[in-house]
Protein backbone atom coordinates (compact mmCIF):
# COMPACT_ATOMS: atom_id res chain seq x y z
CA UNK A 1 0.00 0.00 0.00
CA UNK A 2 1.15 3.56 -0.82
CA UNK A 3 0.17 6.70 1.07
CA UNK A 4 0.94 10.03 -1.34
CA UNK A 5 0.86 13.47 -0.14
CA UNK A 6 1.69 16.05 -2.30
CA UNK A 7 2.58 19.84 -0.93
CA UNK A 8 4.24 23.15 -3.14
CA UNK A 9 1.03 24.72 -4.54
CA UNK A 10 0.09 27.98 -4.03
CA UNK A 11 -0.51 31.28 -5.82
CA UNK A 12 1.59 32.32 -8.35
CA UNK A 13 1.96 34.64 -11.19
CA UNK A 14 2.06 33.96 -14.66
CA UNK A 15 5.54 33.48 -15.80
CA UNK A 16 6.65 32.39 -12.39
CA UNK A 17 7.83 29.28 -10.83
CA UNK A 18 6.88 26.42 -8.09
CA UNK A 19 8.00 23.35 -7.07
CA UNK A 20 5.41 20.13 -6.47
CA UNK A 21 6.28 17.43 -4.11
CA UNK A 22 4.54 14.37 -3.17
CA UNK A 23 5.77 12.02 -0.62
CA UNK A 24 5.10 8.46 -0.32
CA UNK A 25 5.35 6.20 2.53
CA UNK A 26 6.80 2.41 2.52
CA UNK A 27 9.70 0.54 1.26
CA UNK A 28 8.63 -0.12 -2.20
CA UNK A 29 8.45 3.64 -3.49
CA UNK A 30 11.33 2.37 -6.46
CA UNK A 31 9.56 0.21 -7.89
CA UNK A 32 6.38 2.19 -8.79
CA UNK A 33 6.11 4.60 -11.71
CA UNK A 34 5.04 8.10 -10.78
CA UNK A 35 2.79 10.48 -12.60
CA UNK A 36 1.44 14.48 -11.89
CA UNK A 37 -1.74 14.51 -13.34
CA UNK A 38 -3.99 17.85 -12.88
CA UNK A 39 -7.86 18.34 -13.11
CA UNK A 40 -10.08 21.30 -12.86
CA UNK A 41 -13.96 21.38 -12.27
CA UNK A 42 -15.93 19.90 -14.82
CA UNK A 43 -13.31 18.50 -16.98
CA UNK A 44 -11.20 15.25 -17.47
CA UNK A 45 -8.20 14.72 -14.91
CA UNK A 46 -5.26 15.59 -17.55
CA UNK A 47 -1.53 13.91 -17.99
CA UNK A 48 0.68 15.99 -16.78
CA UNK A 49 4.00 14.22 -16.57
CA UNK A 50 5.30 10.82 -15.58
CA UNK A 51 8.70 8.49 -14.47
CA UNK A 52 9.65 5.13 -14.35
CA UNK A 53 10.62 3.37 -11.30
CA UNK A 54 14.27 4.07 -11.27
CA UNK A 55 13.91 7.67 -13.02
CA UNK A 56 15.30 7.14 -16.61
CA UNK A 57 12.37 7.18 -18.32
CA UNK A 58 10.35 10.80 -18.71
CA UNK A 59 6.98 11.47 -20.47
CA UNK A 60 5.40 15.22 -20.70
CA UNK A 61 2.30 16.13 -21.93
CA UNK A 62 2.81 18.36 -24.90
CA UNK A 63 1.06 21.57 -23.00
CA UNK A 64 3.95 21.10 -20.66
CA UNK A 65 6.99 19.95 -22.10
CA UNK A 66 9.55 22.18 -21.95
CA UNK A 67 8.06 24.21 -19.03
CA UNK A 68 7.54 21.22 -16.29
CA UNK A 69 10.56 18.99 -15.41
CA UNK A 70 9.48 15.75 -13.33
CA UNK A 71 12.34 14.22 -11.27
CA UNK A 72 12.47 11.59 -8.30
CA UNK A 73 14.62 10.77 -5.29
CA UNK A 74 14.11 7.15 -4.24
CA UNK A 75 16.58 7.46 -0.86
CA UNK A 76 13.57 10.36 0.14
CA UNK A 77 10.90 8.59 -1.20
CA UNK A 78 9.68 12.26 -3.12
CA UNK A 79 8.79 12.86 -6.48
CA UNK A 80 8.80 16.63 -7.42
CA UNK A 81 7.81 18.64 -10.53
CA UNK A 82 8.94 21.69 -11.00
CA UNK A 83 6.99 23.72 -12.91
CA UNK A 84 8.39 27.08 -14.39
CA UNK A 85 7.15 29.80 -16.98
CA UNK A 86 3.97 29.16 -15.75
CA UNK A 87 0.84 30.49 -17.32
CA UNK A 88 -2.66 30.76 -16.33
CA UNK A 89 -3.82 27.38 -18.13
CA UNK A 90 -1.90 25.71 -15.66
CA UNK A 91 -4.28 26.88 -12.89
CA UNK A 92 -5.62 23.07 -11.47
CA UNK A 93 -5.49 21.00 -8.62
CA UNK A 94 -2.39 18.93 -9.13
CA UNK A 95 -1.83 15.16 -7.80
CA UNK A 96 0.45 12.88 -8.07
CA UNK A 97 -0.20 8.99 -8.38
CA UNK A 98 1.53 5.82 -8.42
CA UNK A 99 0.82 2.89 -10.52
CA UNK A 100 3.20 -0.75 -11.12
CA UNK A 101 3.45 -0.02 -14.57
CA UNK A 102 4.56 2.66 -17.04
CA UNK A 103 1.78 4.53 -18.61
CA UNK A 104 0.23 8.36 -19.20
CA UNK A 105 -3.34 7.31 -18.35
CA UNK A 106 -4.76 8.03 -15.30
CA UNK A 107 -6.86 4.81 -15.05
CA UNK A 108 -4.03 2.79 -14.65
CA UNK A 109 -2.82 4.43 -11.24
CA UNK A 110 -3.86 3.24 -8.83
CA UNK A 111 -2.71 5.32 -5.66
CA UNK A 112 -3.43 9.29 -5.69
CA UNK A 113 -2.50 11.75 -3.36
CA UNK A 114 -4.95 14.17 -1.99
CA UNK A 115 -3.82 17.11 -4.33
CA UNK A 116 -2.37 20.17 -4.09
CA UNK A 117 -3.83 23.67 -5.21
CA UNK A 118 -1.96 25.39 -8.02
CA UNK A 119 -3.31 28.66 -8.90
CA UNK A 120 -1.36 31.33 -11.47
CA UNK A 121 -2.59 34.47 -12.22
CA UNK A 122 -2.86 36.09 -15.06
Known amino acids: QVQLVESGGGLVQAGGSLRLSCAAS????????MGWFRQVPGKEREFVARISGGGGNRQYAGSVRGRFTISRDNAKNTVYLQMNSLKYEDTAVYYC???????????????WGQGTQVTVSS
Open 26 to 33: GRTFGSYA
Open 97 to 111: AASGILSDNAAQYGY
